[in-house]
């Protein structure tokens, strides 16, 4: 019985050190050698209507790094001042792709490709992004979507 105990403790005890070093390894690996995360596709709900044009002279313009930075640093606070509001930015097109209902979508990331966002368009905008290729420099008025499960997103993106 002694040994069945021995050796289950044993074993927790390797398991827990090879979970903590693993942890450790993962937080202290330098950003470049972290992959680009994938996107989420959250499909835009067919009831939704698009958001009325802004004039893009009115409206801020945020540097896709900016934007990470502020989301890593208190994404309660990047949240306020990016979710549900409108701005420019401008990326260049990593891939083009639509999600499971059809609509499209762009990830793009920043000019040093240091920072991931999905753009997500809606059917009004499709006939413009089946224009755009890859590593073409994008710029775009959106809307603030936040982050989901690490992906920063934007929605009802208009090309400009």
Do not use: W
């Amino acid at each position: 019985m002694k040994i069945i105990k021995y050796s289950l403790v044993t074993f927790l005890s390797l398991f827990i050190l090879v979970a903590i070093a693993a942890s450790i390894t993962a937080a202290i690996s330098p950003p470049s050698a972290k992959p680009i995360p994938q996107p989420v596709v959250i499909p835009v709900a067919e009831t939704e209507s698009p958001i009325a044009p802004v004039k893009p002279a009115s409206l801020p313009h945020y540097r896709l790094e900016a934007i990470a930075k502020d989301y890593v640093q208190n994404t309660i606070k990047a949240d306020e001042k990016y979710k549900g509001k409108r701005f420019i930015t401008s990326g260049r097109v990593l891939y083009i792709d639509t999600d499971i209902l059809g609509n499209p979508y762009v990830m793009v990331t920043s000019i040093n490709r240091s920072v991931a966002f999905q753009l997500l368009f809606t059917d009004v905008n499709k006939a413009k992004v089946t224009e755009l290729k890859n590593d073409a420099i994008l710029k775009v008025n959106c809307e603030g979507y936040g982050q989901t499960l690490g992906q920063l997103m934007a929605k009802d993106c208009e090309i400009i």
